[in-house]
């Protein structure tokens, strides 16, 4: 007999989904001021693979807080400048 798997998180979720924009005016204000919420409504390519002859051409630059995976590309060789 199987059991029907619990599901303890959705609640979390749609509480978070819900609330958190208010949650961080309310509580934290300075903070909520400085995050920009606008939502990337593009989508994206999924499943791409890049080569690691690809990855080498890229510079990467890491921000201070978890620079092992808060990170931004950059293509290494830009041919112009855009102003």
């Known amino acids: 007999m199987t059991h029907p798997k619990s ?3 959705s609640p979390w979720k749609e ?5 958190f924009k ?4 309310f509580f934290f204000p300075r903070a909520f ?10 989508e994206y ?16 630059e890491r921000e201070e807080f978890h620079g092992e995976w808060n990170y931004t590309l950059y293509p290494r060789y830009v041919a112009h400048a855009i102003m």
């Open 33 to 42: 001021r400085d995050i920009d919420w606008s939502v990337d409504i593009n």
């Open 15 to 19: 509480m978070l989904d819900r609330y």
């Open 22 to 25: 208010d949650f961080m005016a």
């Open 45 to 60: 390519a999924k499943g791409i693979k890049i080569s690691d002859q690809e990855i080498k051409t890229l510079a990467l």
């Open 7 to 9: 599901d303890f998180d």
